[in-house]
């Protein structure tokens, strides 16, 4: 289901047990001025980038990008893009070739409070059977690059 990591995100969806699901959040900053700057991190690609993580192409709907992490080059395609003065998500499904099979959003959203709270949600299966024989190594990896991706989304 193409832009299901949001639903997962809404808790409209769940997905069986055969998917691994990463949710993290948090508290980035306050205001609009925080809001307007985490944005931009994000669309920039510089929330990857503190995640060590080098991104090839542009956050436009239907885009084929490519993530370079270390000596892996994994491709996505970016399934949306969503802008809201509350609320900015993108979202990207892996491609063949990818480590992974699976969708992750990136959201940003000012609560009632005014917080800037980030959020990395994803579903995923392992692709390449190098992932599947090192899971727990693999699943370490993606725990640590999710946190790393909201911290990057910080003003």
């Known amino acids: 289901m193409v832009g299901a990591s949001l639903a997962l995100a809404d808790a409209t969806w769940i997905p069986d047990s055969t998917w691994h699901v990463v949710d993290y959040s948090d508290k980035i900053g306050h205001g609009e001025a925080d809001f307007s700057q985490a944005v931009d991190n994000l669309l920039s690609w510089r929330a990857h980038r503190a995640a060590r993580v080098r991104v090839k192409g542009e956050p436009t709907v239907g885009e084929t990008v490519q993530l370079y992490f270390g000596p892996t080059v994994s491709p996505c ?54 992932a599947r024989v090192f ?17 990057g989304m910080a003003p």
């Open 135 to 151: 899971s727990t190594p693999a699943r370490y990896v993606q725990w640590w690059a999710t946190r790393r991706y909201v911290r």
């Open 77 to 130: 395609r970016i399934i949306s893009v969503e802008r809201s003065p509350q609320r900015v998500a993108l979202v990207y499904g892996t491609m063949y070739g990818h480590i992974e099979c699976g969708e992750e959003a990136f959201i940003i959203e000012r609560n009632s409070a005014d917080d800037v709270i980030g959020r990395c949600v994803a579903f995923s299966r392992h692709s390449w059977w190098l």
